[in-house]
């Protein structure tokens, strides 16, 4: 089992830049490591992933442009950096871990606890 620690949320306006981490410990191995965001009253959707072997990345149309995603392979940790936050970005966002590059999360083993991102107009 891969144990995921997020980090990096906060509050900030609208316009502005967070950069969210997610490290990696235990079973480290996986195929990929996605973002996903759940805002209070919706479905947890797909934000972006990237796959280990290659770096090859996919993102959400709501957030291409301006959120990039990247992986650092010695310290097991990937980021997401989101540039000119809009209050729609606003949610709950978790880092998992799957073995298979879907934006489906019913395909991700394992899950963070989530960080805070507000993003105040």
């Known amino acids: 089992q891969v144990h995921l620690v997020e980090s990096g949320g906060g509050l900030v306006q609208a316009g502005g830049s967070l950069r969210l981490s997610c490290a990696a410990s235990?079973?480290?191995?996986?195929?990929?490591t996605g973002w996903f965001r759940q805002a209070p009253g919706k479905e947890r959707e797909f934000v972006a992933r990237?796959?280990?072997?290659?770096?090859?990345?996919l993102y959400a149309d709501s957030v291409k442009g301006r959120f990039t995603i990247s992986r650092d392979n010695a310290k097991n940790t990937v980021f997401l950096q989101m540039n000119s936050l809009k209050p729609e970005d606003t949610a709950l966002y978790y880092c998992?871990?799957?073995?298979?590059?879907?934006?489906?999360?019913?395909?991700?083993?394992?899950w963070g606890q989530g960080t805070q991102v507000t993003v105040s107009s």
């Open positions: 998992a871990a799957g073995a298979v590059a879907t934006t489906i999360p019913h395909y991700y083993q394992s």
């Open positions: 990237i796959r280990w072997s290659d770096g090859n990345t």
């Open positions: 235990g079973r480290t191995f996986s195929t990929v």
